[in-house]
Each structure stands twice: as structure tokens, then as C-alpha cells.
């Protein structure tokens, strides 16, 4: 079946601008979550959805970033006013059970 | 706090060298360690999920162990093609995923 999509694959912004990346999550997954992963870096949460309770958001950086998802299944990450620092590859997972599948990612460039 | 540690940063192997890979955890409650294969410029792949001391768990060339303080990955007689790198992460009291930074395995012909 289809995995977990993001759009775009890549997206180049100048520093102060908003940017919004996209999450399909894999159909009937209730569970949906989104990651970072900089240079160098390991994975870092950043949000977590789960059917319709409230948002666990205890990884989220800044007020600059939010996410929502309409509908329990499509998942929007917004990341207002970018700075350099917020450059990394966005990755969304989504999950049944206790087992997440991840999506390709979404390189984020500020510039 | 929940902390991860992979070990070695890079690994470079022969084809057919069997090697381990290791990820070290503090984490006050471990509800499942999972690794993950990742390929440059696409997002991780899931192999395994372990939940407690003992267990093992296999698919081709690739086992995975666990204790109470680490977990393996033992790689027996690999090819180039399982050149990735090797992500390790734990689950404890959310849902949420603490990843190590990986270990970068590389092997030749």
C-alpha cells in the first residue's frame, strides 16, 4: 500500500518568511507525528497527533512553529517568520500501533 | 533524561565481515527500542521494535538484542547493498521517539 507522503521534497525560503510543509499520513493510521533531523544531528520531535485528542507539542522549538491536522489524517507543519537555523530535513511518521513509518522528508534551505 | 548513544559513529566493513552495531540507553521506563535503516536523502526505514530484556528479533542478514542497557545489531556476512545508516531510538513515557545519531556503515566488495 502507499506509505507516508510529504510534499514538497525540497523548499528554499528567504529568512523571514512562512513556510508550509505537507504530511499524507498512511490511511487508517490514527497516530501521526512529525520530526527534525539538522546536520549532525539525531532526530528531534517536534509534535505528535493522536485521533482527536489535544496535540502533544512539548517538542516544538519555538512559538514560530505549529502544526495541525484536519480531519485526523492530513498534517500541516507551519513554520513562521524562518530563520537560518530552522534549515533541516522535516521528516512525518505515522503509526497503528507502536510502530512508526516514516516519510521521505522535506528539505527546508533558509536563506 | 532519556539518553541514546550509538556506537561507532562509522563503520566500514568488508563484504561477508560480520560486525555489531551498538546503542547504549538511560531511560526511565523503556516501553520499546527500535532500529531504523536509513538511506541518503530518504527517511528511515523500520526494522525492529524490542520491549524487553532478552528478546531478539531477525530479518536476513540483520539481528537485533536487547538488555536492560543496550541493544545490538549484528550484521552477519553483509553485502554493499546494506550500506545505510543504522538509526537506534526509545520509546519510554510518551509516544514520541529519542533517536541516537546513528551509526554509518559502509561495506565494500
Known amino acids: 500500500g502507499a506509505g507516508v507522503s510529504q510534499s514538497p521534497s525540497n523548499k528554499v525560503t528567504e529568512k523571514g518568511k512562512d513556510v508550509e510543509l505537507r504530511c499524507d499520513p498512511i490511511s487508517g493510521h490514527t497516530a501521526l507525528y512529525w520530526y527534525r533531523q539538522s546536520l549532525g544531528q539525531g532526530l528531534e520531535f517536534l509534535i505528535y497527533?493522536?485521533?482527536?485528542?489535544?496535540?502533544?507539542k512539548s517538542g516544538l522549538p519555538s512559538d514560530r512553529f505549529s502544526a495541525e491536522r484536519t480531519g485526523g489524517s492530513v498534517s500541516t507543519l507551519t513554520i513562521q517568520r524562518t530563520q537560518q537555523e530552522d534549515s533541516a530535513v522535516y521528516l512525518c511518521a505515522s503509526s497503528s500501533d507502536n510502530e512508526q513509518y516514516f516519510g521521505p522528508g522535506t528539505r527546508l534551505t533558509v536563506t | 533524561e532519556d539518553q541514546v548513544t550509538q556506537s561507532p559513529e562509522a563503520l566500514r566493513l568488508q563484504e561477508g565481515e560480520s560486525s555489531s552495531l551498538n546503542c547504549s540507553y538511560t531511560?526511565?521506563?523503556?516501553?520499546?527500542l527500535f532500529w531504523y535503516r536509513q538511506d541518503p536523502g530518504k527517511g528511515p526505514e523500520f526494522l525492529f521494535t524490542?520491549?524487553?530484556a532478552g528478546e531478539e528479533k531477525e530479518k536476513e542478514r540483520l539481528k537485533a538484542t536487547l538488555t536492560k542497557k543496550e541493544s545490538f545489531l549484528h550484521i552477519t556476512a553483509p553485502k554493499p547493498e546494506d550500506s545505510a545508516t543504522y538509526l537506534c531510538a526509545v520509546q519510554a513515557d510518551g509516544y514520541a521517539l529519542n533517536f541516537g545519531k546513528g551509526t554509518s556503515l559502509l561495506v565494500t566488495p
Open positions: 524490542l520491549y524487553s
Open positions: 497527533f493522536q485521533g482527536n485528542s489535544a496535540p502533544d
Open positions: 531511560v526511565s521506563g523503556l516501553r520499546g
